[in-house]
């Protein structure tokens, strides 16, 4: 997110007159001070001033209506996978997109509460539930070694089946710095995880507990070897119901038309009063 200071001619000159004006300084010039009141005005007259109010009113409702459904291990349980992905960098990603790790947290609270409003404003059939369940997968944990060639992926292959450890042959052949050391193995994750390639979760997903791969997977990474590691089973799609919901609420985040009818019934049962005249149509956009 790019900030621009936008300051006009009329901007440097301050007229004397803002002195008199009534309100907290917000800052103080040779010429004048600038009054809360003063910034107000100016702030709710443009398009980020309307969006800030317009995210302010909704995070409010949600917190009133969902607030206890997300806790806050949930909200650092995705701080930190972002930390993890992107290391040394993390706060110079945050400060590119004008963010600090405070406003980030935020944020991601703000999404936890719209998808718990989602999940509790959306009527989910038996017939979604099972077709969402097909494609579903419960949590797995697996090691993997990555290698840049596919006779080095053989090899290792020929090694765990004369009995090596795949522990130690992630740490003698792996080229993923991050894992090697710990056997290969990485965080866990089920069939809505975006971070990991297609080829590499589906073949993943037809192992068994103690199972390697017999032939390398080719993957962006390079050439891999999957072991599973804890394949738990899938059961019915009864037992999984809460997790099908929030897979398929997932989606409907990214569908414009699905999150907007959801704001516009959480927005109203906010029982929302906008005070300012000048605002009073900020959520027509929302509620119409």
């Avoid at 992107?86 to 406003?103: D, I, N, R, W």
Wanted: positive net charge; contains cysteine; aromatic residues 6%.
């Amino acid at each position: 997110m790019s900030k621009k200071w936008l300051v006009g001619i009329a901007g440097l000159m301050l007229s004397v007159t803002l002195v008199a004006c009534g309100g907290k300084s917000v800052a103080t010039t040779n010429g004048g001070k600038i009054t809360q009141d003063e910034y107000y005005s100016s702030m709710k007259e443009t398009s980020q001033g309307k969006q800030t109010l317009q995210q302010m009113i909704l995070n409010k409702v949600l917190e009133k209506q969902y607030g206890d459904k997300v806790e806050s291990s949930e909200v650092n349980a995705q701080l930190n996978k972002y930390k993890s992905q992107y290391g040394s960098q993390f706060k110079t990603v945050l400060q590119s997109q004008g963010m600090t790790e405070k406003s980030l947290k935020e944020q991601l609270r703000s999404n936890l509460l719209l998808k718990q409003a989602v999940i509790a404003n959306t009527d989910f059939s038996d017939k979604e539930l099972k077709k969402q369940f097909k494609d579903y997968q419960p949590k797995v944990t697996v090691n993997q070694i990555t290698t840049s060639s596919k006779d080095k992926a053989e090899k290792v292959i020929k090694e765990l089946d004369n009995g090596k450890k795949f522990t130690d042959l992630a740490k003698k052949y792996s080229t993923d710095s991050s894992t090697k050391n710990k056997g290969g193995r990485i965080d866990k994750f089920d069939n809505t995880n975006s971070s990991l390639d297609s080829k590499f979760k589906s073949a993943a997903f037809k192992l068994k507990n103690g199972e390697y791969t017999k032939k390398p997977v080719k993957t962006q990474s390079g050439y891999q070897v999957i072991q599973m590691v804890n394949h738990p089973d899938k059961g019915n799609y009864k037992q999984h119901t809460n997790e099908l919901k929030e897979q398929m609420a997932d989606s409907k985040m990214n569908d414009s038309s699905s999150l907007q009818k959801v704001v516009k019934k959480v927005l109203k049962k906010g029982d929302v009063d906008i005070q300012d005249n000048d605002l009073k149509n900020v959520l027509a956009d929302y509620l119409k």
